[in-house]
């Protein structure tokens, strides 16, 4: 594996990493940034939390350095590169690494997504930018309005690419890429292999692009440790829920609902019983929503509940634990949510709660990641399920099980899992009574 300084990087860019404190590329940029350095078309397919937007921006960066200029005219500063993502919080983050990675150039970077004021928008584009983060519906509001140029356009991305053909993005890509240069370098990354996605890339990249992979297909992410619970019922759920948080030590929990409602009416339950919550989803404006999650990332809130809208575009470093309150409808959506937790080489738990209507979801999980995932069936005989009033004494504090729940094995869970389970106190089994994991025929 190559240095940063093995690449030939320009000197502005070498300054900007060695300023973030990095010194070796991850897998995926170490595949990537030297062949998209030499204009090649790049379908890169990697899971979150691997350094794939550093992959594709220090490269783009490097190329657009040459043109990078301190002139105040916005003519000296044209659109060059466009990065799309699916989500405005992916496209937030996206602009925060870029400005990052930028300190030390003249390049001008700028973000446009939907929920905030177009007008004011408008004037950033106005002052002109060189890379510009945009959403897909949003860049098409601002091609409508005249408020930008694709002339000089060199470098086009897709980030998150499946998750945009999912989201029902494909005609607002067709109107976008139709209106860009034919001359140009196009990149798409992803975090699925789908048979989808490899029809999409035929149509955006050039026949002789490079497939830069560093994992194989739908795998989930060797550093996270996953378990289900199945349970009996929703209040049997959410009353196993309280038990996961109080005997959890963990700073941070992300919980994850597959509706805006759910999200919001969890969240509330959380608060009611004196929890440090709150909650992200898609009814929400977008400030309320970037304010949540910097509040969650600066530890004010312990918990957060949240859609699937937050799965691409939230990094919170060293993420410990994931909890799938629902589990998802669409199976990739497994992979990007548990993806928020062990980035990076580091580890994390992923814990999904299920009851007999959840079956066939996971079956195609377990299908599509070609793993059995362990489970737990947990009774309400066992659990002894706290009161309410209980839960409201001990919310937020180290709820500690019986003598009787610690002392009983975990069998068929790694000997890893059970010590960071320990460490961490949650209550793996709660039952003498396994499910066998499903075996594929």
Excluded: W
């Excluded at 929503?289 to 060293?318: N, Y």
């Excluded at 059970?418 to 499903?438: E, G, M």
Aim: glycine content about 6%; overall charge positive.
């Amino acid at each position: 594996m190559k240095s940063f300084f093995n690449f030939g990087l320009a000197p502005e860019v070498i300054k900007s990493i060695e300023n973030l404190g990095y010194s070796d590329p991850t897998p995926i940029q170490d595949k990537a940034i030297s062949k998209i350095m030499i204009g090649k078309d790049v379908l890169g397919i990697a899971q979150t939390g691997t350094g794939k937007t550093g992959a594709f921006l220090i490269p783009i960066i490097h190329r657009l350095q040459p043109m990078a200029n301190n002139s105040t005219s916005p003519a000296r500063h044209p659109i060059r590169s466009i990065i799309l993502a699916p989500t405005r919080e992916l496209a937030d983050q996206i602009y925060e690494n870029a400005k990052s990675f930028t300190s030390f150039s003249f390049l001008r970077v700028g973000v446009v997504f939907g929920g905030v004021n177009i007008d004011q928008q408008k004037e950033l584009l106005n002052k002109g930018v060189e890379i510009l983060i945009a959403t897909p519906g949003r860049l098409l509001d601002h091609l409508k309005q005249k408020n930008i140029r694709f002339d000089f356009v060199s470098i086009f991305t897709l980030d998150e690419a499946d998750r945009m053909l999912d989201m029902g993005f494909l005609p607002d890509l067709q109107q976008i890429i139709g209106k860009l240069p034919k001359k140009r370098q196009s990149l798409l990354f992803s975090a699925t292999f789908s048979d989808e996605i490899k029809k999409f890339s035929k149509k955006i990249l050039d026949t002789n692009s490079e497939l830069v992979q560093v994992s194989s297909s739908n795998s989930t992410a060797v550093t996270v440790d996953q378990i289900i619970y199945e349970l009996m019922n929703y209040e049997h759920k959410k009353r196993y829920l309280h038990i996961l948080i109080n005997n959890n030590k963990a700073s941070q929990i992300l919980i994850f609902t597959n509706t805006k409602n759910e999200a919001s009416s969890l969240s509330n339950h959380l608060q009611k019983n004196k929890f440090l919550t709150d909650s992200i989803h898609g009814n929400k404006t977008q400030s309320d929503r970037l304010k949540v999650l910097d509040s969650f990332k600066l530890g004010d809130i312990r918990i957060l509940v949240a859609t699937d809208v937050a799965a691409r575009g939230l990094d919170i470093p060293e993420l410990p634990v994931v909890i799938n309150f629902d589990i998802p409808f669409v199976a990739e959506d497994y992979i990007h949510r548990i993806g928020r937790t062990g980035r990076a080489g580091s580890s994390g738990i992923a814990i999904s709660l299920m009851t007999s209507d959840d079956e066939d979801r996971i079956l195609e999980i377990e299908n599509l990641t070609q793993c059995s995932l362990k489970r737990e069936r947990v009774g309400i005989e066992k659990t002894k399920l706290l009161s309410e009033s209980n839960l409201k004494k001990n919310n937020d504090k180290n709820f500690s099980l019986s003598q009787k729940h610690k002392s009983l094995s975990v069998p068929g869970i790694s000997r890893n899992l059970k010590n960071r389970v320990r460490q961490q106190k949650l209550p793996v089994l709660l039952t003498s009574h396994p499910i066998k994991n499903h075996q594929k025929k």
